[in-house]
């Protein structure tokens, strides 16, 4: 009877720990970018990329209603991994991290989000802790 107790209680303490794991993996986000999280400059700066390198495949018109379908509700670390990862689609991967900041500050505003004081960043925890909130999500938010 005594193992049993001992496996059951060693169960438990695992199941805890693996619990506790996979809520630190997964932040729940702390901002939005509604809050005005990227530049002007930093926009005015994936705007010139953008056409230099994106337009060719993208037009921010139509991309950006695509973007809040896909991206709408999700820490901005997701949006900047997928950029960074997969554009532009002749060179996957291709651009250098301040053009991945700059092409994502670029979207953002193409979608609506206000431009703010503090520069966007390329690191991961910081972006994890943005959610990309669009205007209807604000005001649905009671």
């Not at 809520?23 to 010139?48: H, I, Y």
């Not at 670029?106 to 990309?132: K, N």
Request: hydrophobic share 35%.
């Amino acid at each position: 009877m005594r193992r049993g107790w001992t496996t059951l209680i060693a169960a438990c303490m695992l199941a805890c720990v693996r619990q506790g794991s996979a809520q630190q993996a997964a932040p729940v986000p702390s901002r939005s970018t509604l809050d005005g999280v990227f530049t002007a400059g930093q926009a005015a700066a994936g705007r010139k990329l953008y056409g230099l390198r994106c337009r060719s495949c993208h037009t921010p018109e139509g991309h950006s209603a695509t973007i809040k379908a896909k991206w709408s509700g999700r820490p901005l670390s997701e949006l900047f991994q997928y950029i960074s990862e997969n554009m532009p689609k002749d060179n996957p991967g291709g651009l250098e991290p301040d053009e991945d900041v700059q092409t994502l500050a670029y979207l953002l505003q193409t979608t609506g989000m206000p431009s703010g004081t503090g520069g966007l960043s390329g690191d991961e925890a910081e972006l994890s802790a943005i959610r990309f909130d669009t205007l209807g999500m604000r005001e649905a938010k009671p």
